[in-house]
């Protein structure tokens, strides 16, 4: 059994998919959208996090650090991450929270175990499993591993990805999934890269391919200020979609938020995302009507009537 690393789990989510579901939160992400806020996904590693709000000042974690990264000035607790080589000890020690390790390591086996825990509630709902990130697909082996033990025991499978791996890496996952949820950012493959540092050549084959599979399919866009928040971008997605993609179920609309943005300090990364406002209700009803011309539209979770 293979071996993967996640950052959170999420029980009873009613917004990743069907019904009553768990979320398991992959780390590690190919991609480097500056508008991302799962800061705590971006790397494929445990990482230590800090909140100065928990931190009561006494001491212990300096007592236990044995790079002294940790220093106490005037009741003020001051992390220096260029000493500190993440051996967590202090971690253990610290009595708050304030300073935890993010990042929990699991069998394929030992995680689908957990997941069905909740399988009652799931079968009542007609819920299940879905596998975010970080992107799945950079840990492709183990997703399908424990896709594979979830399906063998009739629970309803759904992955959120990128799409942008290769179709090898891809096709197994895929093959253990009853539903995807598929990003596609931007039509334009310059803008994409700008935005990504991928290609999105990649992602438009495997969505065709996808389809190919009569796998079932939900289309998402972030929207992102200055970036596609254009009725030209959205509506081009979408006529796209209407060609190529005849298993999509819906596109959804997933206007931008900026909870994230502390995460970014608290784990010591350097690269903040962008400090944008969120675009308003006018505005995502303005891009779901010009898509609903071409395909059915959502807007994050909710059915758009464009008559309503």
């Known amino acids: 059994m293979g071996t993967g690393i996640l950052f959170d789990l999420e029980r009873f989510s009613t917004v990743d998919g069907p019904g009553i579901r768990t979320t398991a939160f992959f780390k590690g992400c190919n991609m480097h959208c500056p508008w991302c806020h799962n800061a705590e996904g971006l790397r494929f590693r445990r990482q230590l996090h800090f909140d100065p709000g928990e931190c009561i000042g006494c001491g212990e974690c300096a007592a236990q650090c044995p790079q002294d990264a940790h220093e106490m000035h005037a009741g ?42 909740d399988a009652l509630f799931y079968w009542e709902s007609g819920g299940g499993v879905t596998l975010s990130g970080g992107e799945v697909l950079c840990q492709a082996e183990f997703a399908r591993e424990v896709l594979t033990i979830l399906r063998r025991n009739n629970i309803h499978t759904a992955i959120e990805t990128n799409l942008s791996l290769a179709w090898e890496v891809a096709l197994p996952v895929l093959k253990a ?17 700008r935005a990504t540092g991928l290609s999105n050549r990649p992602i438009l084959a495997n969505l065709a391919r996808l389809a190919g599979m009569g796998l079932p399919l939900i289309l998402r866009t972030p929207i992102i200020p200055g970036f596609n928040d254009e009725e030209a971008e959205i509506a081009g997605i979408a006529a796209w979609a209407r060609r190529n993609l005849p298993t999509m179920q819906y596109y959804e609309l997933l206007p931008y938020h900026p909870l994230g943005q502390s995460k970014y300090a608290m784990l010591g990364e350097t690269c903040l995302p962008m400090p944008l406002t969120p675009p308003s209700r006018e505005v995502m009803r303005s891009l779901a009507r010009a898509a609903s011309e071409d395909v059915p539209v959502w807007i994050a979770g909710n059915s758009f009537e464009k008559n309503a």
């Not at 003020?76 to 253990?92: D, M, P, S, T, V």
């Not at 304030?98 to 175990?113: H, P, S």
């Not at 539903?179 to 334009?188: G, N």
């Open 177 to 193: 999934t009853d539903l995807v949820m598929a990003d596609l950012k931007a039509l334009d493959d310059e803008r994409h890269r």
């Open 76 to 117: 003020q607790h001051i992390l220096n991450r260029e000493k500190c080589i993440e051996c967590f000890l202090c971690a253990g020690a610290c009595y708050t929270g304030a300073l935890k390790i993010v990042g929990t390591e699991y069998q394929a086996e030992e995680l689908a175990k957990l997941l069905m825990e």
